[in-house]
């Protein structure tokens, strides 16, 4: 019996050989002049503050069962309560007591790159429908250097991955405003990170609502890394549900990721 062939199987051949093997095979056989500093995997290298671990034992009970897939409505309640202090979203979005909805605007994840990589698979099929009748492969633009989940989660996903360069040219910032039109048609989503992975820039408040017309303006969703918007030294960041309340009001188009 003849099985058909399986359609994701060029898809995951095109996929991307993780940095973090490739640079092994590079620093193969060099042995370190002291004690290396173990970067490769984001790992916490610092202990835990004593008040952590007490809440933990506190809590221990708690522990002997799955956790809800959407998070604890006291866990909710207090991101939605962060983000709107630390981005000074006011109250335009929900009321006046609630700026962020914790039920319906916040997903708690098991580790941010989780979603990172799924969302290309809820922008891209509403795009690839159309774009497909016509033999046209949607697209999904990202920064490069780039973080190695967006691209592979394009691929996955069935999109060409489109890598915009970040340079000292254009203040290592991906200019996606100067790509064609055509392009942009067919575009499906655009990641972008800020403050930016390796390269540390960061994208101003008018970068960000340039960046959130243009989406809105194709269709486009916009899925924004923000998971180092904590790692500053002078002013905080500026961030992309800023720029789209002071848009619009709205989180139209946009989707903001960050890390705990």
């Known amino acids: 019996m003849l099985s058909a062939p399986d359609p994701t199987s060029d898809r995951f051949a095109t996929l991307p050989d993780s940095p973090f093997p ?12 002291k004690p290396p500093i173990i970067m490769s995997l984001g790992e916490p290298q610092h202990p835990f503050p004593d008040f952590v671990m007490t809440t933990i034992a506190a809590h221990a009970k708690e522990f002997g069962k799955y956790p809800p897939i959407i998070g604890t409505p006291d866990f909710r309640a207090a991101v939605a309560g962060w983000l709107s202090r630390r981005y000074a979203l006011g109250a335009d979005v929900i009321g006046p007591k609630k700026p962020l909805d914790p039920e319906q605007q916040i997903l708690p994840l098991n580790g941010t790159r989780e979603a990172l990589f799924n969302i290309a698979f809820i922008a891209t099929p509403s795009v ?3 774009a497909m ?3 046209v492969r949607p697209a999904i633009l990202m920064p490069n250097p780039f973080y190695q989940c967006y691209a592979a989660a394009a691929l996955a996903a069935g999109a060409e991955p489109i890598y915009v360069a970040a340079t000292r040219d254009n203040g290592f910032l991906p200019d996606f ?5 055509e392009l942009l048609a067919r575009t499906s989503l655009i990641y972008i990170c800020s403050p ?5 820039a960061v994208a101003s408040l008018d970068y960000l609502k340039d960046l959130i017309r243009l989406a809105r303006r194709h269709g486009i969703l916009l899925a924004v890394d923000e998971c180092y918007a904590e790692i500053y030294d002078r002013a905080a960041p500026a961030g992309a549900l800023q720029a789209a309340i ?3 009001g709205t989180l139209d188009n946009v989707v903001v990721f960050h890390s705990l």
């Open 133 to 135: 009748k016509n033999g």
């Open 22 to 33: 490739r640079f092994n095979a590079l620093i193969e056989g060099i042995a370190p002049g």
């Open 246 to 248: 002071e848009l619009s």
């Open 128 to 130: 690839s429908a159309t």
């Open 177 to 181: 405003q100067s790509l064609p039109e």
């Open 196 to 200: 930016a992975n390796p390269q540390g």
